[in-house]
């Protein structure tokens, strides 16, 4: 996220580290599991920070459809910053 864009939102409230089990994704047809994965993070995430938006980093959506629709990973790792307007930003944990 630009510099930019962080002022736009104020200052940042919450910063977390998380490890997201996404094992419930391979319960659902295999060509849903990863937009499934996308969806149940976005779930976990509203869940925990309280926030009313939340935006995936692109990297988050390239390491979760890495390895196609069918087969996205079992866990991921990542940061959520939340903002002053109630927004989380999820980025992948380095």
């Keep these: 996220m630009s510099p930019k864009e ?12 998380y490890v997201i089990p996404l094992r419930k994704v391979y319960e659902v047809p295999r060509t849903k599991r990863a937009s499934r ?4 993070l976005r779930e ?5 920070v ?3 938006e939340v935006i995936i980093s692109p990297e ?3 390491y979760i459809w ?6 996205p990973p079992r866990r991921v790792a990542v940061k959520v ?14």
């Design 6 to 17: 962080d002022e736009e939102r104020g200052k940042v409230v919450l910063e977390r580290e």
């Design 37 to 40: 994965a996308i969806r149940l």
């Design 44 to 48: 976990i995430i509203e869940r925990h």
């Design 50 to 52: 309280k926030a009313e």
């Design 60 to 62: 988050v959506n390239k």
């Design 66 to 71: 890495s390895r196609g629709r069918e087969k």
């Design 81 to 94: 910053k939340k903002y002053e307007d109630n927004t989380a930003v999820v980025e992948l944990l380095k």
